[in-house]
């Protein structure tokens, strides 16, 4: 038998084999419509540009991986022969510590701090303008294909927000600022409040990561004491992404009350202002705790004998030995993993899974007769797809998508290997949308749109944000910049060499404060310390105080941000210039379209002016008739 458009989408598109196949798109505009059509056209467009970020992110990686024997700053700390014994990570129970055992952690931070990582921040930053701008193509070529170019949005559709009564009461009288003015202020303050709830969360795990590690490093057991880093990281970044989870759920929920409490007056109106709150909220909850790795986490935490301690107790966190950007990579990597591992596909194909169970056990508890009725009459298919869960709109699979263009465009910089995890998601991501919308969801009422609306927008301006960011995490967060000042204004050979020396700064451990030196020391008699920062030494006159080399360092990181937003400005804006918004095919059909309107347009007047013509000579003709019919009656009459 002929198949129908069902059976074909679901054999050449919703099955997880066809996973190298092309989406057939026109299929899918003429069963679902335009609106789900332009969805699955982005998807594709996007996935198709993550493979090339993917090859030049783990070409990175790899040059990274190769270069880790030979990195000198990273050699220097893993060398125990230079023996540079660090100040106490806290106060009175930990001890003295050498350089060396942090070697682990420097070696794989070159993994993505090295000098392949400058470059692939720039590439990403023009990807995302080429990815914009190839999205542009293509949506037009739709535009004109699906022969989108001349509709308007319905605005004839009423919000699901608003109920009878309260437009009844509009169509009599037309609501006024003071009407909405409650609304917005509820609308605020609760945005506000939910930010407020972020916050405190991402305080929570800090007070929880140093309370832990101060309790760990208490512990007599010395292998819990050497452990203390690594299990207080993960199980932190684990406890970051349930509570990310968590209220991802909930600022959904919270978002769609919101905007009903606006009581916009259109689908449109109603989707777009959805969408902006759900965005701002989970914007702020999936990246607070990355920006605070990124930007706070070591920032003040002070310096020894003069440290910043949270409720007079405990010390305010500090990265570790190999800098904040394999911090940043790990809490990045298990976050972006985790979310489209647990909420993206866990929940996208179990909730369906567990709903449908409880509607197959519902329907177990029916009487006998109605199991006896469909037995003698087996249930039509409308019956059945009528069963299934209804559609909930495009926002989730459009956000979820959103969210990981930010993890993979915001802070690519310090995990290079981000666009080929999204890659591999997404290559699963198309074909689980595509099972959902065939055999999982009613079909929608198909809608007609002429672009993806809102979402543009969200994309131009995180791939402009993206570019500030990964200035901020190159300059600030990674050590390029000082290694650069350090090798063309301090190192003596030109050369990396000494890099780790000039990095580490003096401390007297007589100027400890009481009760927060040591109590008892493995490595015997210690009378100064070393930690990171560009310090004067104790005997200095101004002691302790920023040294010369630490305003260089600033003054070297602020001119990058400047000429690494700049450049990739104008790199992103040649790009947009020289890639053509119409494609050339579409401007030549165009043309051709135009050339025929103009021949029928001619044609037509052309016959216009004929029939005009004919109708004048007709005319002339009879007055003639008449004229020598006139005279021929005054002859005779004569």
Same mark, same amino acid.
């Given at each position: 038998?002929?198949?129908?458009?069902?059976?074909?989408?679901?054999?050449?598109?919703?099955? /997880? @084999?066809?996973?190298?196949?092309?989406?057939?798109?026109?299929?899918?505009?003429?069963?679902?419509? #335009?609106?789900? =059509?332009?969805?699955?056209?982005?998807?594709?467009?996007?996935?198709?540009?993550?493979?090339?970020?993917?090859?030049?992110?783990?070409?990175?990686?790899?040059?990274?991986?190769?270069?880790?024997?030979?990195?000198?700053?990273?050699?220097?700390?893993? &060398?125990?022969?230079?023996?540079?014994?660090?100040?106490?990570?806290?106060?009175?129970?930990?001890?003295?510590?050498?350089?060396?055992?942090?070697?682990?952690?420097?070696?794989?931070?070159?993994?993505? *701090?090295?000098?392949?990582? +400058?470059?692939?921040?720039?590439?990403?930053?023009?990807?995302?303008?080429?990815?914009?701008?190839?999205?542009?193509?293509?949506?037009?070529?739709?535009?004109?294909?699906?022969?989108?170019?001349?509709?308007?949005?319905?605005?004839?559709?009423?919000?699901?927000?608003?109920?009878?009564?309260?437009?009844?009461?509009?169509?009599?009288?037309?609501?006024?600022?003071?009407?909405?003015? !409650?609304?917005?202020?509820?609308?605020?303050?609760?945005?506000?409040?939910?930010?407020?709830?972020?916050?405190?969360?991402?305080?929570?795990?800090?007070?929880?990561?140093?309370?832990?590690?101060?309790?760990?490093?208490?512990?007599?057991?010395?292998?819990?004491?050497?452990?203390?880093?690594?299990?207080?990281?993960?199980?932190?970044?684990?406890?970051?992404?349930?509570?990310?989870?968590?209220?991802?759920?909930?600022?959904?929920?919270?978002?769609?009350?919101?905007?009903?409490?606006?009581?916009?007056?259109?689908?449109?109106?109603?989707?777009?202002?959805?969408?902006?709150?759900?965005?701002?909220?989970?914007?702020?909850?999936?990246?607070?705790?990355?920006? /605070?790795?990124?930007?706070?986490?070591?920032?003040?935490?002070?310096?020894?004998?003069? /440290?910043?301690?949270?409720?007079? *107790?405990?010390?305010?966190?500090?990265?570790? !030995?190999?800098?904040?950007?394999?911090?940043?990579?790990?809490?990045?990597?298990?976050?972006?993993? =985790?979310?489209?591992?647990?909420?993206?596909?866990?929940?996208?194909? =179990?909730? !369906?899974?567990?709903?449908?169970?409880?509607?197959?056990?519902?329907?177990?508890?029916?009487?006998?007769?109605?199991?006896?009725?469909?037995?003698?009459?087996?249930?039509?298919?409308?019956?059945?797809?009528?069963?299934?869960?209804?559609?909930?709109?495009?926002?989730?699979?459009?956000?979820?998508?959103?969210?990981?263009?930010?993890?993979?465009?915001?802070?690519? $910089?310090?995990?290079?290997?981000?666009? $080929?995890?999204?890659?591999?998601?997404?290559?699963?991501?198309?074909?689980? *949308?595509?099972?959902?919308?065939?055999?999982?969801?009613?079909?929608?009422?198909?809608?007609?749109?002429?672009?993806?609306?809102?979402?543009?927008?969200?994309?131009?301006?995180?791939?402009?944000?993206? +570019?500030?960011?990964?200035?901020?995490?190159?300059?600030? %967060?990674?050590?390029?910049?000082?290694?650069?000042?350090?090798?063309?204004? /301090?190192?003596? @050979?030109?050369?990396?060499? =000494?890099?780790?020396?000039? %990095?580490?700064?003096?401390?007297?451990?007589?100027?400890?404060?009481?009760?927060?030196?040591?109590?008892?020391?493995?490595?015997?008699?210690?009378?100064?310390?070393?930690?990171? *920062?560009?310090?004067?030494?104790?005997?200095?006159?101004?002691?302790?105080?920023?040294?010369?080399?630490?305003?260089?360092?600033?003054? $070297?990181?602020?001119?990058?941000?400047?000429?690494?937003?700049?450049?990739?400005?104008?790199?992103?804006?040649?790009?947009?210039?020289?890639?053509?918004?119409? !494609?050339?095919?579409?401007?030549?059909?165009?043309?051709?379209?135009?050339?025929?309107?103009?021949?029928?347009?001619?044609?037509?007047?052309?016959?216009?002016?004929?029939?005009?013509?004919?109708?004048?000579?007709? &005319?002339?003709?009879?007055?003639? #008739?008449?004229?020598?019919?006139?005279?021929?009656?005054?002859? #005779?009459?004569?």
């Amino acid at each position: 038998e002929e198949r129908n458009d069902r059976q074909l989408l679901h054999e050449e598109w919703a099955r /997880y @084999s066809a996973f190298y196949k092309y989406q057939p798109i026109d299929l899918i505009r003429k069963y679902f419509g #335009e609106k789900i =059509g332009l969805y699955f056209a982005w998807l594709g467009v996007y996935t198709q540009l993550l493979v090339p970020a993917s090859i030049v992110g783990i070409i990175v990686f790899g040059y990274g991986v190769a270069t880790v024997d030979t990195d000198v700053p990273s050699l220097e700390m893993c &060398d125990e022969r230079l023996n540079f014994t660090m100040c106490p990570l806290c106060d009175g129970a930990c001890d003295f510590w050498q350089l060396s055992t942090a070697c682990g952690t420097a070696r794989a931070s070159h993994l993505f *701090d090295n000098p392949a990582t +400058v470059f692939f921040a720039i590439f990403m930053s023009l990807w995302a303008a080429m990815f914009l701008e190839h999205w542009k193509r293509r949506q037009i070529s739709l535009s004109f294909s699906w022969d989108l170019t001349g509709i308007e949005e319905d605005e004839a559709q009423v919000s699901p927000g608003a109920d009878d009564v309260v437009f009844s009461q509009v169509a009599k009288e037309k609501l006024t600022w003071k009407d909405r003015l !409650p609304g917005y202020c509820i609308n605020v303050s609760s945005i506000l409040f939910m930010f407020g709830l972020t916050f405190s969360a991402v305080f929570g795990v800090i007070i929880y990561r140093i309370t832990v590690s101060a309790l760990m490093a208490m512990s007599p057991d010395p292998e819990t004491k050497s452990n203390v880093r690594v299990t207080v990281t993960a199980t932190a970044v684990i406890i970051n992404l349930v509570v990310i989870l968590i209220l991802d759920e909930i600022y959904g929920a919270v978002a769609v009350w919101l905007t009903e409490l606006e009581i916009p007056k259109t689908e449109t109106t109603f989707e777009e202002r959805l969408i902006l709150k759900a965005f701002l909220l989970k914007f702020m909850n999936a990246y607070a705790p990355i920006f /605070y790795v990124a930007f706070f986490k070591g920032r003040f935490a002070g310096r020894p004998g003069n /440290y910043v301690y949270v409720f007079n *107790d405990y010390r305010m966190e500090e990265c570790a !030995p190999g800098g904040c950007l394999i911090e940043l990579c790990i809490q990045l990597s298990i976050i972006m993993l =985790g979310k489209q591992l647990i909420q993206n596909n866990i929940f996208e194909i =179990g909730i !369906p899974k567990l709903k449908k169970l409880l509607r197959v056990l519902k329907e177990k508890g029916e009487a006998e007769e109605q199991r006896e009725e469909q037995r003698s009459r087996p249930p039509q298919q409308w019956n059945l797809d009528y069963a299934l869960a209804p559609f909930e709109g495009l926002t989730p699979e459009y956000m979820e998508m959103i969210i990981q263009f930010g993890f993979v465009s915001l802070f690519v $910089a310090s995990f290079p290997l981000a666009p $080929a995890f999204a890659l591999l998601n997404n290559v699963i991501e198309i074909r689980l *949308d595509a099972k959902k919308f065939v055999t999982e969801l009613r079909r929608p009422v198909a809608i007609r749109a002429k672009d993806i609306g809102i979402w543009y927008n969200i994309l131009s301006g995180m791939g402009k944000f993206s +570019v500030i960011i990964n200035a901020f995490v190159i300059s600030f %967060t990674s050590d390029f910049i000082p290694r650069l000042v350090y090798q063309y204004m /301090y190192s003596p @050979s030109g050369t990396m060499h =000494g890099f780790i020396d000039h %990095t580490l700064s003096y401390f007297n451990v007589s100027n400890f404060k009481p009760g927060t030196s040591p109590h008892s020391s493995l490595l015997g008699d210690i009378t100064v310390c070393r930690y990171k *920062d560009y310090r004067e030494p104790p005997w200095s006159p101004e002691a302790y105080q920023f040294s010369k080399q630490y305003w260089c360092v600033l003054a $070297a990181r602020l001119a990058f941000v400047i000429l690494f937003q700049n450049l990739v400005l104008f790199l992103s804006l040649l790009v947009a210039w020289v890639i053509p918004d119409v !494609p050339k095919t579409v401007v030549e059909q165009l043309k051709r379209e135009k050339t025929l309107l103009v021949d029928v347009f001619l044609r037509e007047e052309k016959e216009k002016f004929q029939l005009i013509q004919s109708l004048f000579v007709k &005319d002339a003709s009879l007055s003639s #008739e008449r004229h020598g019919a006139t005279l021929s009656c005054k002859y #005779e009459l004569t």
